[in-house]
Nanobody, 126 residues
Framework: QVQLVESGGGLVQAGGSLRLSCAAS????????MAWFRRAPGKGRAFVSG????????CYSASVKGRFTISRDSAENTVLLQMNSLKPEDTGVYYC???????????????????WGQGTQVTVSS
């Protein structure tokens, strides 16, 4: 049974930084994709960033590229999202997700991911 647990959200001023963590357990796939999505207030979930199971391939949405960095710790089955230069528009609930296959082009649609965490709130004040 796959479980994803996010942590690291909080309240930060614009220009500040936060680091989100997603701990995964129960993974039995030979290859997979992990990603972060964001649900802004009043909107649906949108892709933020993703990483291959091996950690060698990454993908970012245009709105966060250059400010966010995704990485993973294979030994701990953890994916990190370092968020710098945060803006009020980065506010939302951040979800970790897993797609139990790896393919290109990088999967960025919500319906391509099978497993989800419960989400962690990030609030950026202006």
């Amino acid at each position: 049974q796959v479980q994803l647990v996010e942590s690291g959200g909080g309240l930060v001023q614009a220009g500040g930084s936060l680091r989100l963590s997603c701990a995964a357990s129960g993974l039995t796939f030979s290859s997979y994709t992990m990603a972060w999505f964001r649900r802004a207030p009043g909107k649906g979930r949108a892709f933020v960033s993703g990483i291959s199971g091996g950690g060698k391939a990454t993908c970012y949405s245009a709105s966060v590229k250059g400010r966010f960095t995704i990485s993973r710790d294979s030994a701990e089955n953890t994916v990190l999202l370092q968020m710098n230069s945060l803006k009020p528009e980065d506010t939302g609930v951040y979800y970790c997700a897993i797609r139990p296959i790896w393919s290109l082009p990088f999967a960025t649609r919500e319906d391509e991911y099978s497993y989800w965490g419960q989400g962690t709130q990030v609030t950026v004040s202006s």
